[in-house]
């Protein structure tokens, strides 16, 4: 026998019409309600039709229950046959992934083995640049090392990251300054001289110098191209401000205040500086005059107090 959902809606219909039948009869409206005296006024003929309707739901109910336990059991049969398939596919596909590791491995060996020491010299070349800043602007006939400290004190401040090595770098000419490399302790502190180096600008002595990362050969010849791009742009659309940020460049309107002066900066902080503190002082005096004249009172009260006494 098939089963199917119907047939549970319909032998639930069946046993429903068959209990209103029993409430009915015992003029109950619960079936917790029913009792053997429930049943003692009904006449033999209904009595003997209502149970025969029992007799047949419960019939019903049996065949219905052993058709769902063998489509339950064939459906368990159904589910083992698939794991078991696809258990088996799994092995096959891990088997040929293990040859084709194999082949693949056995085939790109020879070649890794050889690229091995230029991918570990790139790997230590790229650290080691990491931890390294370039300076351009800085003239040939100085002190090399305590120029470059100079440089570093006017972009980051006095507590500003120091150099572990400073040296020159490409053959010398005459007329051509060198670029010069520093070497920093932590890459954090070759980053934070290149955050700081956009402050170079405001110096006098120094606002020719630039820093910049350390970049790859590779590196190189991607920015030359892109500072190209950057000349080309500025040519074609003189009326936006145009520049490079994070690789890619950038366009905006030009700003329309002007920068202002570092001189009238620092006298603007002057008398920043000279309002707030009059006008804290002001405000101490008046907090003072306050405390005085409270405290005057307190005394008058206490004097008076003493001559009442």
Do not use: W
């Not at 769902?68 to 794991?83: E, H, R, V, Y």
């Not at 080691?128 to 120029?147: A, H, I, M, N, Y």
């Not at 920015?223 to 190209?228: A, G, H, I, P, S």
């Not at 309002?275 to 306050?290: G, H, L, V, W, Y």
């Amino acid at each position: 026998m098939d089963i199917s959902f119907n047939d549970f809606y319909c032998l639930d219909n069946k046993g429903q019409k068959v209990l209103r039948s029993v409430l009915k009869l015992a003029g109950s409206n619960s079936l917790s309600s029913l009792t053997e005296q429930s049943f003692r006024r009904a006449d033999t003929d209904t009595l003997s039709t209502i149970i025969l309707s029992l007799v047949d739901v419960v019939d019903d109910s049996l065949n219905v229950l052993r058709a769902a336990a063998t489509a339950m059991d064939k459906f368990k049969n159904d589910q083992i046959l698939n794991q078991q398939t696809v258990i088996k596919l799994q092995e096959e596909l891990i088997s040929k992934q293990a040859s084709a590791d194999t082949v693949e491995s056995k085939f790109n060996r020879e070649q890794f083995e050889g690229r091995l020491p230029s991918v570990v010299r790139s790997v230590v070349n790229e650290n080691e640049r990491q931890k390294q800043v370039v300076l351009f602007g800085v003239p040939e006939e100085c002190d090399l090392c305590s120029t470059v400290e100079d440089v570093l004190k006017s972009a980051s401040g006095q507590g500003g990251p120091a150099p572990r090595q400073v040296y020159r770098v490409g053959a010398s000419k005459r007329g051509r300054n060198r670029p010069i490399k520093v070497q920093f302790k932590s890459r954090e502190e070759a980053r934070e001289t290149i955050s700081n180096a956009k402050y170079l600008k405001r110096s006098e002595k120094y606002g020719n110098v630039f820093i910049a990362p350390d970049r790859s050969p590779e590196e190189r010849a991607q920015r030359r191209n892109l500072v190209q791009h950057l000349r080309e742009k500025r040519e074609r659309e003189p009326g936006s401000y145009h520049y490079i940020s994070q690789g890619k460049i950038c366009s905006r309107d030009h700003p329309r205040e002007t920068v202002q002066p570092a001189k009238d900066l620092l006298t603007t902080a002057i008398d920043d500086i000279s309002i707030s503190f009059a006008n804290r002082c002001k405000s101490f005096e008046d907090d003072m005059t306050e405390r005085f004249r409270r405290l005057d009172g307190s005394f008058n009260r206490l004097n008076k107090l003493g001559t009442n006494m």
